[in-house]
C-alpha cells in the first residue's frame, strides 16, 4: 500500500480521523478513546498541563479532567496506572500481561533489598489494607520511616519508604489510585485498585505477549516489528518471532508500505480510511502517536526530538513543543506554555513545514484558542 494510506489507517487507530464534535465529552466517551489507544504516558512536566491529560483533548475537544481524575481513583475502574511505554495510565486489564513482560530493573531493587527493607515492604502492604489511596509521603510519615540522609544514598536520593513503594509497584503489588494535588502516586493494594485479586502465576507469557502485540497492532493500526515492540517496550526479538508466527498462521496480516523496507503489520480486517478529516490538532509531546520518533519520520516523513534536556541556546524549536497535525499530515511545530500568572497560553513560537503556512496558520489559531479556553487561560499571546 502507499505511505498515504498507511497514514490513514495509523490515525484512525488512534482516534485521529474525524473531527471533533464540540459536543459535552462523557467519563465513557473518555474511557473509551483512551481503551482504543490503550495508554496515555504520564509525565511530571506541568509547562501546559499534566501529558496524560493532552491527547483526550487532541482526540475529544475540551473535557473535564476530574472526571478523568474520577475514574482513575475509583477501586475495580477500568483505567489505572502501570508501566507501558514508559509510566502510563493504561486499561486496567492489561497490567497481568505487562507485569510479565516489564523488565523496568532500575526501579525494582527489592532483589537488593535489606532486612529492614524487606520488613518495610510488609508493613508498607499492611498499612495500605487499612488506607488505600495513601502517597509515599503519608506512608513514611504514618510509619515513622526517616527521609532519605543523604545525597549519596541508594537511587535518587529516595527513602526507605519511595524504594519499597517503587519496588511493590513495580511488581504489581501495589498499584495506584490516582494522584494527588502534588502529583504523587495514590497507592493501594492491586486487588483493591482492580476489584479481584492479580493473578500472574496462572497466566502463559507466550500467550500474553501475544495479547500484548495485539492490542499495540489495534492501537497502531499498522506498525512494523520495532512499532509493535517499542508501543510497550517489549523485546524486540521476542516480538519479530511472534509476529511471524502469527502471520504465517493467518492470524495478523503482513504488508508492505511503500518507502519502507521493513514489513507491517495489521489486524485482520483493517480497513483503509477514505479520508482523514482536517481538524487541526496540537499533539503533546508525550502523546502515544508522536513518543515513537523513528516510526513519526518512516511514516509521516517528519523529524521530531523534544528539547527539554537540551540547553536553550541549542534548542531549533523551543523548550515544550507540539507537533502541529492537519489531517494526515504533521505541518509544524509550536512551543506553548501555559502562563497561569497572567492567564494567557503562550506561543513562543511557530515553525511550519514548507508550504503550510497560509494553509495551517488560521486553524492553529482557532485551536490555541479552543486550548486556552479548556486551561481555563483568558487569552492566547503569539511570539515573545
Known amino acids: 500500500m502507499s505511505q498515504k494510506q498507511a497514514r490513514r489507517i495509523a490515525l484512525a487507530a488512534q482516534g485521529l480521523s474525524r473531527s471533533r464534535t464540540g459536543q ?7 474511557v473509551s478513546t483512551v481503551q482504543a489507544i490503550s495508554q496515555l504516558q504520564i509525565d511530571s512536566v506541568n509547562v501546559v498541563r499534566r501529558a496524560h491529560y493532552m491527547p483526550v483533548f487532541a482526540r475529544l475537544g475540551a473535557y473535564d479532567i476530574g472526571s478523568l481524575d474520577k475514574v482513575l481513583s475509583t477501586p475495580g475502574g477500568p483505567l489505572t496506572e502501570y508501566w507501558a511505554h514508559e509510566a502510563s495510565v493504561v486499561s486496567s486489564e492489561l497490567v497481568p500481561d505487562l507485569r510479565l513482560w516489564q523488565r523496568r530493573t532500575w526501579i525494582d531493587k527489592s532483589d537488593g533489598f535489606t532486612d529492614e527493607q524487606q520488613d518495610l515492604s510488609h508493613r508498607v502492604m499492611d498499612y495500605l489494607a487499612v488506607n488505600p489511596g495513601s502517597s509515599a509521603r503519608e506512608i513514611s510519615s504514618a510509619l515513622d520511616v526517616a527521609p532519605a540522609s543523604s545525597k549519596e544514598h ?5 527513602n526507605d519508604t519511595k524504594y519499597v513503594t517503587e519496588s511493590l509497584f513495580a511488581r504489581a503489588k501495589i498499584l495506584t489510585l490516582g494522584r494527588n494535588s502534588q502529583f504523587e502516586r495514590r497507592y493501594a493494594l492491586a486487588h483493591d485498585v482492580l476489584g479481584k485479586p492479580l493473578e500472574i502465576d496462572g497466566l502463559h507469557r507466550q500467550a500474553a505477549l501475544e495479547r500484548l502485540i495485539d ?3 489495534a492501537a497502531q493500526g499498522i506498525a512494523t516489528a520495532h512499532c509493535v515492540a517499542e508501543y510497550f517496550r517489549l523485546p524486540i526479538r521476542d516480538v519479530k518471532s511472534a509476529l511471524a508466527h502469527q502471520a504465517a498462521a493467518g492470524r495478523i496480516e ?12 495489521m489486524v485482520l480486517g483493517t480497513k483503509i480510511p477514505r479520508k482523514i478529516e482536517p481538524d487541526l490538532r496540537l499533539l503533546s509531546p508525550f502523546d502515544s502517536m508522536v513518543f515513537n520518533r523513528r516510526r513519526l519520520e518512516r ?7 523534544i528539547e527539554i534536556y537540551v540547553p536553550e541556546h541549542k534548542r531549533r524549536y523551543g523548550y515544550y513543543v507540539f507537533p502541529i497535525l492537519y489531517g494526515d499530515e504533521f505541518v509544524g511545530r509550536v512551543d506553548l506554555k501555559a502562563d497561569r500568572a497572567r492567564g494567557v497560553l503562550h506561543a513562543k513560537s511557530m515553525h511550519f513545514e514548507r508550504g503550510w503556512e497560509t494553509e495551517a496558520h488560521p486553524p492553529l489559531l482557532a ?11 483568558d487569552a492566547v499571546q503569539v511570539g515573545l
Do not use: D, I
Open 299 to 305: 511514516f509521516f516523513n517528519f523529524e521530531y526530538r
Open 367 to 377: 485551536e490555541l484558542e479552543r486550548m486556552a479556553g479548556w486551561l481555563g487561560l
Open 24 to 30: 459535552a465529552v462523557t467519563a465513557r466517551k473518555m
Open 215 to 217: 492490542r499495540s497492532l
Open 254 to 265: 503482513q504488508v508492505q508500505v511503500s518507502g519502507l523496507a521493513e514489513p507491517c503489520y
Open 154 to 158: 541508594w537511587g535518587w536520593n529516595w
